[in-house]
């Protein structure tokens, strides 16, 4: 196939304009023009260990995660088996669809368990936080919402 039918057949996810072709070898050396070296930013780029979640932190974060991730998760598979049990044993008979929509909202709060556990755990490694972590959540959120205006407007 040419380039020239390979341009007509666009995949769903390229761009609509056409890029710029970049020119072939060029036989003789160009001269480069001066540039400038851009000057030093005021912020001082962060090595690893600063940039790391620390220690305390994470097991906190681990420990949250399990507790709101974990028990609406191991509260569907308990009614998938429940259900099945019921159905097989009982004269009892759950209409599927119920069943189906109980999982999917067990399994779909265990997922935003996941968001919760993260950003309910207190990021402070002095201080724990409370027990259901509605402060620290809110905390959380607006410092995560913070960073990502900061992040937009950067990149604008």
């Given at each position: 196939m040419?380039?020239?039918e390979s341009e007509g057949n666009a995949l769903p996810f390229e761009p609509k304009t056409k890029r710029q072709k970049v020119a072939k070898a060029v036989s003789k050396p160009q001269p480069q023009a001066f540039i400038?070296?851009?000057q030093p930013s005021k912020e001082r780029p962060f090595n690893k260990e600063e940039m790391a979640i620390p220690q305390v932190v994470s097991q906190r974060m681990i420990r949250r995660v399990a507790g709101f991730c974990g028990i609406p998760t191991a509260?569907?598979?308990t009614t998938l088996v429940v259900s099945y049990l019921l159905t097989m044993y009982?004269?009892?008979r759950l209409p599927p669809i119920a069943v189906l929509l109980?999982?999917?909202g067990l399994f779909g709060l265990g997922v935003l368990g996941i968001t919760y556990g993260v950003?309910?755990?207190?990021?402070d490694e002095e201080r724990v936080g409370s027990w259901l972590g509605?402060?620290?959540f809110s905390t959380n959120w607006g410092r995560m919402v913070e960073v990502w205006r900061e992040t937009r407007q950067k990149k604008v």
């Open positions: 040419s380039a020239e400038p070296e851009k509260l569907g598979i009982s004269e009892i109980v999982n999917m950003l309910s755990a207190s990021w509605l402060g620290e």
